[in-house]
């Protein structure tokens, strides 16, 4: 599977902004898929996961209220919809894929990824 996100920008806190993530070369609907971010010299964190059928979600609770993950399946998509933004949610954002009928939230369990894309929140 080939990951490409985008979306990414400068806002300013309060701020909203959508990021999306297109996945090709296998079947999408087979993979659940997730959101990660890593901030400048921190470890890659958990934000937010789907089922591959879009029936379950789980958002970190960093974000959640905040935050927002779905997926189309018709359109080999998810996305992350990011509201009340703060800049501590500052980080590159990268989104991943596995082959799996769970909802996955470790770093380790996921098989693809894709090169990420940069958000900064301005105070």
């Known amino acids: 599977v080939q990951l490409q996100a985008s979306g990414g920008g400068l806002v300013q806190a309060g701020g909203s902004l959508r990021l999306s993530c297109v996945a090709s070369?296998?079947?999408?609907?087979?993979?659940?898929m997730g959101w990660f971010r890593q901030a400048p010299g921190k470890e890659r964190e958990f934000v937010a996961a789907i089922s591959r059928s879009g029936d379950s979600t789980i958002h970190a609770d960093s974000v959640k209220g905040r935050f927002t993950i779905s997926r189309d399946n018709a359109k080999n998509t998810v996305h992350l919809q990011m509201d009340s933004l703060k800049p501590e949610d500052t980080a590159v954002y990268y989104c991943?894929?596995?082959?799996?009928?769970?909802?996955?939230?470790?770093?380790?369990?996921?098989?693809?990824w894709g090169q990420g894309t940069q958000v900064t929140v301005s105070s």
């Open positions: 991943a894929a596995r082959y799996t009928m769970l909802v996955v939230t470790t770093t380790g369990q996921y098989d693809y």
């Open positions: 070369g296998r079947t999408f609907s087979y993979y659940a």
